[in-house]
């Protein structure tokens, strides 16, 4: 079993659901190859009206990004990725543009940007949402609107899984201190955080770790490539979420993400615990929840 994914313990859950139709994941990122065989069988839907959600250049950083993200949670299982949750309907919201972004590097994007595609995801049904970006406004600083539209997702029930960020600092996030946001640090086979893991005390609260080196995943125009970083770390904490949605569906919103920051790990400090995904459905389950 490849580390990625017996690290957070999530192969009896894989071994156990491709996931359930009812259980929707909206991924906020760049436009995704529709095209890739890694995808056969998999559902990939835009918000209502949105043109782009495939890539117009395979080769662009915008449609890499967002093809290896995806295929994290949405690719078959034989495909090379991880492919969490196949039978998860996939909502792909795309929020870079592609012919942006330099030197591999995504591009990043506005509070504006981001607040209309949290609106458009929530009022498109999403469940879960998947949100491996970075901040252009500086995700150092608190955002009213931004943090409304967070106070909206809870008030839903739509779960926020965020990359922590790969910029080596450490000390407060506003961005990450909503209490519904889950952070995610990316880490190594040992796990232990990447070198320039965004770190603090939100996180550590917050947040959790994992896998976000050199991982596999669907490289958009055919095969795979690998990524390192939290934004990749990112989707393996959704996906967790959206398989123990599907096994545990009578769960609500906050007993899933309640579940998920359950780490037999004593949290404490700027570094979160290891995601691990058998004990969080131990934990559902201990409570009853069926």
């Known amino acids: 079993m490849d580390w990625t994914i017996s690290l957070p313990r999530l192969g009896s859950l ?24 890694g995808f056969a069988g998999s559902s990939l839907r ?6 782009r959600i495939a890539c117009a ?13 995806a295929g994290v949670v949405s690719a078959s299982r034989d495909s090379g990725a991880p492919g969490l949750a196949p039978g998860c309907p996939a909502i792909i ?4 543009a592609e012919g ?19 609106r458009d995801v929530l009022n498109a049904g999403a469940r879960i949402v998947n949100l491996s970006l970075g901040l252009a406004d500086s995700a150092l600083e608190a955002h009213p609107a ?7 997702a809870q008030r839903r029930g739509v779960l926020l899984i965020a990359a922590g960020g790969n910029q080596g600092y450490v000390g407060p996030v506003p ?4 209490p519904w946001v889950l952070p995610v640090v990316g880490c190594d086979a040992h796990g232990s955080p990447l070198p320039d893991a965004t770190l603090g005390p939100s996180v550590g609260r917050y947040g959790l770790m994992a896998p976000g080196l050199q991982v596999t995943s669907l490289k958009a125009g055919g095969g795979t490539r690998h990524m390192t970083g939290s934004s990749v770390a990112a989707p393996f904490v959704a996906g967790a979420a959206a398989l123990l949605w599907s096994l545990v569906p009578g769960a609500t919103a906050r007993q899933v993400l309640d579940a998920l920051r359950y780490a037999p790990a004593r949290r404490g400090g700027i570094v979160p615990p290891l995601m691990d995904a058998e004990a969080s459905l131990a934990r559902l389950r201990q409570q009853g929840v069926v």
Not at 46 to 51: L, Q, S, T, Y
Not at 93 to 96: A, L
Not at 146 to 152: H, I, Q, R, S, V
């Open 46 to 51: 835009a918000v209502e009206g949105d043109p």
């Open 57 to 69: 250049m395979d080769n662009s950083m915008a449609c890499q990004h967002g093809t290896v993200v």
């Open 175 to 178: 961005l990450f201190a909503h």
């Open 146 to 152: 931004l943090t409304a539209a967070f106070d909206e």
């Open 93 to 96: 919201r795309p929020i870079f």
């Open 100 to 118: 942006t972004g330099a030197g591999g590097v995504i591009p990043e994007v506005t509070v504006d940007d981001l607040v209309a595609a949290l």
């Open 14 to 37: 894989t071994a156990a659901t491709l996931g359930d139709p009812s259980v929707t994941v909206a991924v906020i990122d760049g436009p995704v190859d529709l095209e890739h065989p």
